[in-house]
């Protein structure tokens, strides 16, 4: 049985028993979530002691480093000494503050990419889901002016990218791509169950649903949200509306005519919706918008 020093406070384990369950038997209430690895809630730091290797899963190198670890997949193996998560020298204020430090991407899951069987139940569930959205009252608003075959391709190659880790995606982030919408819990929720209801239709197993719909929660803290957020360019805020010039630094393609961006070219792109506009459409797309 390992034992647990968490800040002044000594938690004794039971057998088989994981971090986040010992501390919160024992009334320390550290934040938490999904409880399987994929939103990093929970993420706290070991300050002593070994961390396995699973408990470090997904979380990037030089997090790792610092001894970041997930509670919810730690069955300790050692004594451990444990500390809350640090940012800019400070302790995290909350847990919206910890969530997916230094991630783009929930762990990779080959085991759902097969259960899709490879793409194609995918694809078939994308249609399936997209012909929904498209009409419902709640949602239609948000894909007004995008194409519903761009849209599928796109979130298709978003998906098997983070469940394969092949480097197939080129669009905005979740962060990005979603900073003009307000969306709340309820309609995040809403949302995912109507793509939940398209797996289950299209026969993926219960399990596996869980899976997925874990994926999808790892984007609830970038989604969600009571007022527009400004689009993040590195470490450059831009403005919430209007055009602006990029040269782009990876290949995509435009969304207006569709054809191949190659890096290096010049493009505008709306700073609120995200859509790109390659050198050919640009003029076409200002004159418009004036």
């Known amino acids: 049985m390992a034992y647990l020093k968490y800040q002044d406070q000594d938690v004794d384990t039971r057998e088989g028993e994981n971090v986040l369950d010992a501390l919160l038997r024992r009334g320390i209430n550290i934040p938490f979530s999904c409880r399987s690895g994929s939103c990093h809630v929970c993420m706290q730091r070991s300050t002593g002691g070994a961390v396995p290797a699973r408990a ?44 997916n430090v230094g991630r783009d991407y929930p762990p990779t899951d080959p085991g759902l990419w097969a259960a899709l069987r490879d793409g194609e139940m995918l694809m078939a569930v994308l249609q399936d889901f997209y012909d929904r959205v498209f009409q419902d009252p709640k949602l239609s608003s948000f894909f007004e002016g995008v194409t519903k075959q761009r849209s599928i391709e796109k979130q298709y190659s978003f998906i098997r990218q983070i469940l394969t880790g092949e480097k197939l995606y080129f669009g905005d982030r979740p962060r990005n791509a979603h900073h003009w919408m307000v969306i709340s819990d309820e309609l995040f929720d809403y949302r995912a169950n109507i793509m939940l209801a398209c797996l289950r239709e299209h026969g993926l197993a219960e399990p596996m649903l869980q899976r997925f719909h874990e994926m999808e929660e790892f984007y609830r803290r970038d989604i969600v949200k009571s007022a527009p957020i400004a689009k993040m360019m590195g470490e450059v ?48 797309q200002l004159a418009t918008s004036l």
Do not use: W
């Not at 001894?67 to 444990?82: A, H, N, S």
């Not at 500390?83 to 995290?92: I, L, S, V, Y």
């Not at 493009?267 to 919706?273: F, G, L, T």
């Open 56 to 99: 470090q899963r997904g979380i990037k190198p030089e997090l790792r480093e610092q001894g970041y670890f997930l509670p919810c997949q730690c069955v300790p193996e050692t004594d451990m000494e444990i500390a809350p998560p640090m940012r800019n020298g400070n302790k995290a204020a909350s847990a919206p503050q910890a969530s």
């Open 237 to 284: 805020q831009l403005p919430l509306d209007g055009f602006e010039e990029l040269i782009m630094d990876v290949g995509t393609l435009c969304d207006t005519c569709e054809r191949e961006v190659s890096p290096g070219e010049k493009v505008i792109y709306h700073v609120r919706i995200g859509k790109i506009h390659c050198s050919d459409c640009s003029s076409q």
